[in-house]
């Protein structure tokens, strides 16, 4: 009993999984986000009083928006998917795009490598929150905004992908996706890097990525599975 009970932190009445507890640092400095919002967003993106689109959308009111919903600008097809399949920019969505654009929008436009120290987003994040209509109504700290959003440690990105058995599995994924790797409706998903398929794999998941059908497809794989699909759509791409 108390071992199990020492996975837990009791706050009040509140009982929260220590997991989830440790990650709960509160959403971060404001005056320091302003800083790391000019060098790393402001080149592409305005924010503020008067803020127009310039190479990317302005960044105004983004909190609860839906993914690529401004008309005035031009989206890339991969984002405005996202959108009509409901990706909304809540907390969690921001940190893991702002983290790793491709992880959470693979053919996204923003040519941003992404910035992994969770902190200094939390900071940013603090600040653009003062830019959206009720600041006071997005949460300090909702727990799962901390922490690396696609959560995959060095060990997953490993694994070694056993091609065969990606070719075995791989029958389920075809019956959508078009082994010649052509974009019909479906995205193609030959001839990825493997990282990329992974992560992209592990957003769907962990539910990052609001597709559905995609997200139970990708709920029964293990990392192993998930790892010999990467090897073995990228083999075929190279036949
Ligand atoms: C090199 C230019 C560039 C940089 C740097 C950049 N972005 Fe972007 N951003 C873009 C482009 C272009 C898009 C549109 C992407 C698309 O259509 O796929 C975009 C889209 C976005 C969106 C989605 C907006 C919407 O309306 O759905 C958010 C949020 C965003 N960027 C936040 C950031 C933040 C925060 C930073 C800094 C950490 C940043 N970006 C850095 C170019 C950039
Ligand atoms: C019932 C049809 C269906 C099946 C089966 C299916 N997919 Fe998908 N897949 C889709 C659709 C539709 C999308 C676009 C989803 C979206 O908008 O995020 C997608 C997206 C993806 C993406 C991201 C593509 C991108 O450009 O972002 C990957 C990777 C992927 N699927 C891999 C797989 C793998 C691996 C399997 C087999 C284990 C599989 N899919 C099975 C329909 C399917």
Known sequence: MRAFLQRFLFIGALVVPMELAAQAIPIGDAVAGAEVYRREC??????????????GPHLNRIFDRGAGSHDDFRYSEALLRQGRDGL????????????????????????????????????????????SDQPQN?????????????????????????????????SECTTCHQRSGDHAGIPGIVGWPEEDFVV????????????????????RLDDEEIAALAAYFLALGRE
């Open 200 to 219: 992209a794999m592990h957003a769907y998941k962990q539910k990052l990525r609001p597709h559905e059908v995609m997200q139970s497809v990708a709920q």
């Open 88 to 131: 909304r920019w809540d907390l969690r969505r921001l940190d893991a795009y702002i983290e790793n654009p491709r992880a959470l929008v693979s053919g996204t436009r923003m040519s941003y490598r992404g910035l992994s120290d969770p902190a200094r987003r939390a900071d940013l994040i603090a600040y653009m929150r003062a830019y």
């Open 42 to 55: 402001a080149s592409c993106h305005q924010i503020g009083e008067d803020a127009q689109h310039r190479i």
């Open 138 to 170: 997005i949460p300090e700290a909702a727990p799962t905004a901390r922490g690396r959003e696609v959560n995959l440690s060095a060990e997953i990105l490993a694994i070694e992908g056993d091609i065969e058995y990606g070719e075995y599995l791989s």
